[in-house]
């Protein structure tokens, strides 16, 4: 009798083993082709990736299949809880590696379109041509997004039953944390995909598939901070036609304020913070945070310019979305001038930078009598160069353009609404948002002229507490000015002012309801209003070159929390590099540079 026992046993042990042995190989056979899979996508060899992403699908059936023979151990205390993990996450697994291949089924047509190494079907024609070919045919691909969007939905219900407190990060590879890793990454993905799926829809109608659009394009210097990204210094009029662009020529703003044939009155906070200004004009019209008020100001004013078009937009750039194209492009030539990014001492920023400043600066810059078009040529030659770069450059040029709308350095205004929601679904719209939740949104406008912007730091600190059932917020930013200050006097004479005096209309956007407990920091006593459907703390500071300077807010929010606090972030356009650190209930959150919106959850 014990010799069958103990023969079952072998037996057992080794049906077991073998089981164990398979679900090892393939699944490490699984790994190598998923990252077989990301090398040949970074490589941009479509064909590639589509194989391997094939064989570790094939992989992962194979170790399903493997994994069944354990399904018995799911009933045994705490052994039965990672047996089925490795099942959810193999399950996981399969749902993501189908989306994947969808996915690069879907957009295997527009490969040669994309730069990548694919069968693509735009291959005859110039670059213009085959774009705009993609752009007809590009409302297609919607239906298999939602095939790529159910697969993620799978794998993401999976990888929700697994839970985190069971792989703590004392374990080698820190387990945990890339588990929920993975779960951000998946909800992210899942947003985006529900979110772009409307902009597809109507992308080839913005590209003027059913007839020719024209659009409005501003040119926001960030360097000199306006509510929407910057002050506004130049226009030109595109039209676009089945993909293909064209400029019509674009002039300085100054030119087109002087054309205006009504005057209005400057609002409040021009009468008192821009000296000497008795009238709004265009360049000053972007007030609002909210881009499309902002640009419904603008069109508002706009429609007594002299040289007004008929418009189906408008789309603000500044110029580190030109920046962005030129580390990708190389040196642009435009007026016998070579625009690079090289470093010029004397303001310590890109080439391209100084120069497009000389062209802002007013009276003397860039000899305007025979350069004011100089936007509108330079956004032309960046176009051209684009078109025909090679088609190794193109994912990266789409890489800007992407990276450049999400963190908000090219804005989209449509009027035409459907195009409108799409922009605005994405967070390609510059919108403040409605949350649910906690808010925040500094923004802040620079009145002096100067373009301190450029040399400007800062850094936000945010505690939270829980008293009760009340929640108390200590704000505190930290403004630094390293650079010394330039003789300003001189700039009437050929000499370029851009560390200036720094002075900074600040309105914070918080939740609708909250209320100031005291501030301290500002020139200008911190009051509140309402705008947006947010309550906003109100100020004026200044800030000198090689000076500091430090605002301290304390409020309370009327929202009450439970197992999870919530709070939304909101980034200014025309900004980089202002960091954040945000203590919540005690809890230190990891610091961060806000280059995008951002949502903070934290479990009480």
């Given at each position: ?267 409040a906070p021009i009468l008192k913070y821009l000296p000497n200004v008795p009238t709004l004009n265009l360049r000053d019209s972007n007030l609002s945070p909210d881009y499309l008020a902002s640009m419904k100001q603008f069109e508002n004013l706009y429609q007594f310019a002299h040289d007004k078009k008929q418009i189906d937009g408008i789309v603000t750039l500044d110029t580190e979305f030109v920046l962005a194209l030129m580390k990708v492009l190389g040196p642009i030539d435009a007026y016998s001038t070579k625009f690079t990014i090289d470093k010029v001492q004397s303001c310590q920023c890109p080439q391209i930078i100084y120069e497009l400043e000389r062209y802002a600066d007013q009276p003397v810059a860039y000899e305007k009598g025979s350069r004011k ?232």
């Open positions: 009798m014990k010799k069958k026992i103990a023969l079952i046993f072998l037996i057992l042990v080794i049906i077991f083993g073998f089981f164990a042995y398979r679900v090892f190989s393939t699944g490490k056979k699984a790994v190598k082709d998923v990252k077989a899979a990301v090398a040949s996508a970074k490589l941009q060899d479509l064909d590639g990736a589509k194989v391997h992403l094939k064989e570790a699908k094939a992989d992962l059936e194979k170790t399903k299949t493997a994994l069944v023979v354990f399904t018995p151990f799911r009933v045994i205390p705490i052994i039965g809880w990672y047996v089925a993990d490795v099942q959810r996450g193999v399950n996981a697994g399969i749902s993501a590696m189908d989306s994947a291949s969808v996915f690069a089924d879907a957009v295997t047509p527009y490969a040669d379109v994309l730069g990548l190494k694919g069968k693509g079907t735009f291959l005859g024609g110039t670059a213009q041509e085959r774009l705009a070919g993609a752009i007809e045919t590009l409302s297609k691909v919607a239906p298999q997004m939602d095939r790529v969007a159910k697969g993620l939905d799978q794998s993401r219900t999976e990888i929700d039953k697994i839970q985190a407190w069971r792989y703590p990060d004392f374990l080698p590879g820190k387990p945990g944390s890339k588990l929920t890793s993975i779960k951000n990454s998946l909800d992210q993905i899942d947003s985006v995909l529900v979110d772009a799926k409307p902009l597809l829809g109507v992308l080839p109608e913005i590209m003027g598939e059913n007839g020719e659009k024209k659009y409005l394009v501003l040119f926001q210097n960030d360097k000199e901070l306006r509510a929407t990204g910057g002050f506004i210094t130049a226009y030109a009029v595109f039209r676009i036609n089945k993909g293909t662009i064209a400029s019509e020529g674009s002039q300085d703003i100054y030119s087109l304020d002087n054309s205006l044939t009504k005057k209005v009155p400057a609002p078009d100089i936007i509108g040529v330079l956004m032309q030659q960046i176009m051209d160069k684009t078109f025909k770069a090679p088609k190794s450059q193109w994912p990266s040029l789409l890489g800007t353009v992407i990276d450049s709308l999400r963190q908000k350095h090219l804005l989209l205004y449509f009027h035409d609404s459907g195009s409108q929601t799409a922009a605005e679904k994405v967070n390609f719209a510059g919108r403040i948002n409605k949350f649910d939740g906690d808010y925040l949104h500094i923004n802040e406008t620079n009145f002096a002229g100067a373009k301190s912007n450029l040399y400007i730091q800062e850094k936000v600190t945010q505690t939270i507490k829980r008293n009760k059932d009340q929640i108390t917020k200590n704000i505190t930013i930290d403004y630094k000015y390293p650079k010394e200050g330039d003789d300003c006097s001189l700039e009437r004479k050929g000499g370029l002012c851009l560390a200036g005096l720094y002075r900074d209309w600040i309105r914070i956007y918080v939740p609708k309801g909250s209320k100031l407990v005291k501030s301290t920091g500002t020139e200008v006593a911190i009051t509140a209003t309402e705008d947006l459907d947010k309550t906003v703390f109100e100020g004026f500071l200044t800030v000198r070159p090689q000076g500091t300077a430090k605002i301290e807010l304390e409020y309370t929010i009327p929202i009450k929390v439970d197992k999870e606090y919530k709070l939304l972030i909101q980034k200014q356009p025309g900004t980089i590099g202002h960091t954040y650190e945000i203590d919540a209930f005690g809890k230190r959150q990891k610091a961060f540079t806000l280059d995008t919106d951002k949502q903070l959850i934290v479990k009480l």
